[in-house]
């Protein structure tokens, strides 16, 4: 069973900066694409950023230029720097992973608890 933890979420003004983390557990951290969604109230849970095996990374538009995800192997660790932060990153940030033998998606993904993201003066 695949178990991912994610921390770091918090209250923070506009343009300023958090770092979530997401530990996984398993054996599958090592072969597996990770990546960071958010869900905003009332609106439908959208792919943030990505980090295949090879660790090169894809990001939504809203998030180039200002988010970072990396992951540390050695730690089964997934990070996501966020800078410059806006008002409309408000949502909660989920951590996933793809199930064995099954694509990185949405529908099928191991899921984190979520961690809440405020960004507010």
């Known amino acids: 069973q695949v178990q991912l933890v994610e921390s770091g979420g918090g209250l923070v003004q506009p343009g300023g900066s958090l770092r979530l983390s997401c530990a996984a557990s398993g054996s599958i951290f090592h072969s597996n694409t990770m990546g960071w969604y958010r869900q905003a109230p009332g609106k439908q849970r959208e792919l943030v950023a990505v980090?295949?095996?090879?660790?090169?990374?894809n990001y939504a538009d809203s998030a180039k230029g200002r988010f970072t995800i990396s992951r540390d192997n050695a730690k089964t660790t997934v990070y996501l720097q966020m800078n410059s932060l806006k008002p409309e990153d408000t949502a909660v940030y989920y951590c996933?992973?793809?199930?064995?033998?099954?694509?990185?998606?949405?529908?099928?993904?191991?899921w984190g608890q979520g961690t809440q993201v405020t960004v507010s003066s």
């Open positions: 996933a992973t793809n199930r064995p033998r099954a694509p990185f998606s949405v529908s099928t993904n191991y």
């Open positions: 980090i295949f095996t090879s660790g090169s990374a």
